[in-house]
């Protein structure tokens, strides 16, 4: 899982997981917070982060949830849901916070930064920082 670029709000959490657990580094962060609407993927990850108390593990919808108080937002899902993932991040995501899509680009947006993380899957990590509500950050 990743962190905020730049630091973490001490106020806020990091961000919120959208995507399994499998194969992340939840000691590496302060606070966390995952959404997993699939039981099985949800059963799974609170088995992996029983012993992880700054694990915040979630079964829900994350579109119901609310992103107004995190710094980064990181998805793993499908292509088919990343308009709709835009447009709640953009319209929820603090200024200055942090998108990041694993595999999959949003459409109609560049992002900020890719990076290729190295793996057998060839994995690639889109970044798109936030600006003003419904803005994206300039510069």
Do not use: C, E, K, Q
């Given at each position: 899982m990743l962190g905020a670029p730049g630091g973490v709000a001490e106020d806020r959490p990091a961000h919120?997981?959208?995507?399994?657990?499998l194969g992340t580094e939840p000691d590496l962060l302060d606070h966390d917070t995952g959404i997993e609407l699939?039981?099985?993927?949800?059963?799974?990850g609170r088995l992996l982060l029983r012993r992880h108390a700054n694990i915040e593990w979630l079964r829900?919808?994350?579109?119901?949830?609310d992103w107004s108080g995190y710094d980064l937002v990181y998805a793993f899902l499908?292509?088919?849901?990343?308009?709709?993932v835009w447009a709640k991040a953009s319209a929820e995501m603090p200024p200055d916070s942090t998108l990041v899509s694993n595999s999959f680009e949003v459409p109609g947006h560049e992002p900020d930064a890719v990076i290729d993380v190295g793996d057998r899957r060839g994995t690639?990590?889109?970044?798109?920082r936030m600006g003003a509500r419904g803005e994206r950050r300039s510069g």
């Open positions: 919120p997981d959208h995507g399994s657990p699939a039981p099985a993927t949800w059963a799974i829900g919808d994350l579109f119901a949830a499908s292509p088919v849901p990343m308009a709709a690639r990590l889109f970044l798109y």
